[in-house]
C-alpha cells in the first residue's frame, strides 16, 4: 500500500505543473461557437506601461471596427467565443476578461469596453511564450465554448528566455487541433518575426503579422483579427507583412 502511495506521489511529481492544473471532471455542455480564441497578451518587463496601454487600445479598437464584425457575420455560427490573458514568466499569467460570446455589434462593443477597463497584473518575470502557450491551453479546455477552431493568439515583443522549450509547447498544442498564430512586435528585435515563425507559430493555417512598432499594433491587430476569424491565412506572395505556417517545424 506505502509502494502504491509513493508510486501515485512520483507521478505526480513528474508531471508539467500546467498539466497538473488541467481539469479531470467531465466538463459541462458547451456553446457551439465557429471559433474559440485566447489573446496571449505580453506584460513582460520589456514592456513599459505605455506600450502595455497601446496593445490593450489596439485589442479594443480592433474589436469596435465594423470589419470584424462583418468577418463573424460570414461564418457558419455567426459566432465567436473570446478570452485574454496576460502574460509573462513560466508559471505567471492571468486571465484577465472571460469568456465572452461575440455575435453581434452589442456583444463586440462590451467586448472592447471589457479589454479597455482591464487593468496590467503583472510586471516582469521573464519572457515565456511556452508558458503563455501552456496556460492558454488549459483556458481552451475549460471553455464554456466549443469551437470548430481553437487558436492561441500571441502577441510579444521578444524571443522564449525562460521556462521550457517553446517549440515543445507549440507542438503539444498542435497535437491538440489548436492553431498558434502569432503578432510580434519588432520595436527591440528586428528578426522577431523570423523566430515567431520557426519557433511560435503552429498548426492548420497559422499565421502571423508582425507590428514593426507599438505604435502600428493597432492595424497589425485588426488585420490578424479579420483574417484569424475568417480563418483563410494570408496569401505571402502579395502580403510581405504575413508569413503562413501550416505544419510545425
Not at 502595455?52 to 455567426?78: H, P
Not at 511564450?129 to 521578444?158: E, K, N, Q
Amino acid at each position: 500500500m506505502l509502494r502504491a502511495a509513493l508510486g501515485a506521489i512520483l507521478v505526480i511529481a513528474a508531471t508539467p505543473l500546467w498539466a497538473q492544473q488541467l481539469p479531470q471532471a467531465p466538463r459541462p455542455v458547451q456553446t457551439n461557437v465557429a471559433l474559440t480564441v485566447v489573446l496571449a497578451m505580453d506584460a513582460s518587463g520589456s514592456v513599459s506601461d505605455d506600450r502595455f496601454e497601446l496593445q490593450k487600445q489596439g485589442y479594443a479598437a480592433a474589436f469596435r471596427n465594423r470589419q470584424v464584425l462583418n468577418s463573424i457575420r460570414s461564418l457558419a455560427t455567426q459566432s465567436v467565443a473570446i478570452t485574454m490573458m496576460q502574460w509573462t514568466g513560466p508559471e505567471l499569467h492571468v486571465q484577465t476578461v472571460d469568456w465572452t460570446l461575440a455575435n453581434d455589434e452589442v456583444t463586440l462593443n462590451a467586448l472592447a469596453d471589457a479589454i479597455e477597463a482591464t487593468k496590467r497584473q503583472l510586471f516582469g518575470g521573464g519572457t515565456s511564450i511556452s508558458g503563455a502557450i501552456d496556460y492558454s491551453r488549459i483556458l481552451l479546455s475549460t471553455s464554456p465554448f466549443l469551437g470548430i477552431r481553437r487558436v492561441i493568439d500571441v502577441s510579444g515583443d521578444g524571443a522564449n528566455n525562460r521556462g521550457r522549450s517553446v517549440t515543445l509547447a507549440r507542438d503539444e498544442a498542435v497535437r491538440d487541433g489548436i492553431s498558434i498564430n502569432g503578432l510580434p512586435i519588432l520595436a527591440l528585435e528586428a528578426d522577431l518575426d523570423r523566430y515567431y515563425y520557426n519557433n511560435v507559430i503552429g498548426g492548420p493555417s497559422a499565421f502571423m503579422i508582425p507590428a514593426r512598432t507599438y505604435e502600428t499594433f493597432a492595424d497589425a491587430i485588426l488585420k490578424k483579427l479579420i483574417t484569424e476569424i475568417a480563418g483563410m491565412a494570408p496569401n505571402t506572395r502579395r502580403q510581405s507583412s504575413a508569413i503562413l505556417r501550416t505544419s510545425p517545424k
